[in-house]
């Protein structure tokens, strides 16, 4: 089977997914777009962003560009506190939690404070126990050993330039999305794409799978990073 059958068969399938990859269900959309703790509980924070197209008009998008969550200095006072209550029943440890809170009244309320002024409207020593009480408390204090990773390999400039073309042509169209966006740039710069696939293949990437995902997601972070200039 020539290279040529392999890419266009790689193309072929690219087109012909309709994944809609901007959606919620994309388990790498947000982890590569916001910073957050693994699993503190948090509130997003909204605010609206305007992008310039190639017709000079501006459109206002609606994007979550910030998460609530505790200073550093906060976080290593409340992480201490977690650990020494790790095993306390959940009567001893609410116990305990209302002497720390006293105990450290000052730096509560300076962290209670920052959070205010910038617009969180939740029940912020609520957040501050639950943090401690099902994050911390749980959270193991081993370093894991870092597993080996293959070397990066990032898609070609061509694309890239071809890809922010097309969101910048298309980004003021009430009906644009990230999904139906890829799916019709795909249609329009097959050439492109093969030279694409030609470029990951001769850097080790064969898998016809890997090279879909690793596209689709350069073309959903390409729209993300330019929604938030």
Not at 63 to 88: A, M, V
Not at 175 to 189: A, D, H, R, V
Not at 199 to 217: F, H, Q, R
Request: aromatic share 12%; hydrophobic share 30%.
């Amino acid at each position: 089977m020539s290279n040529e059958y392999d890419n266009n068969n790689i193309i072929a399938n690219i087109i012909a997914d309709n994944t809609d990859i901007g959606s919620d269900n994309d388990s790498s959309y947000s982890r590569t777009i916001y910073n957050r703790y693994d699993s503190i509980p948090t509130a997003e924070h909204n605010k609206k962003d305007s992008v310039k197209g190639n017709n000079n008009s501006e459109t206002s998008i609606a994007i979550n560009i910030f998460r609530f969550k505790f200073t550093d200095d906060f976080t290593r006072e409340l992480y201490k506190f977690s650990k020494i209550h790790q095993y306390d029943h959940r009567k001893d440890f609410k116990e305990a939690w209302n002497v720390w809170i006293e105990e450290n009244k000052d730096l509560v309320e300076e962290e209670s404070s920052r959070l205010t002024d910038l617009g969180y409207e939740g029940d912020i020593l609520d957040k501050m126990f639950k943090s401690a009480r099902y994050y911390f408390r749980k959270k193991s204090s081993e370093k894991k050993v870092p597993k080996d990773r293959r070397v990066y390999v990032g898609v070609q400039k061509d694309l890239l330039e071809c890809m922010d073309e097309h969101i910048m042509r298309n980004i003021n169209d009430k009906e644009y999305k990230p999904s139906t966006g890829f799916l019709e740039f795909c249609k329009q710069n097959v050439d492109t794409l093969k030279e694409e696939v030609n470029n990951l293949c001769n850097s080790g990437i064969t898998n016809t799978l890997e090279i879909k995902e690793k596209i689709k997601k350069t073309y959903k972070n390409r729209y993300f990073m330019i929604i938030n200039k």
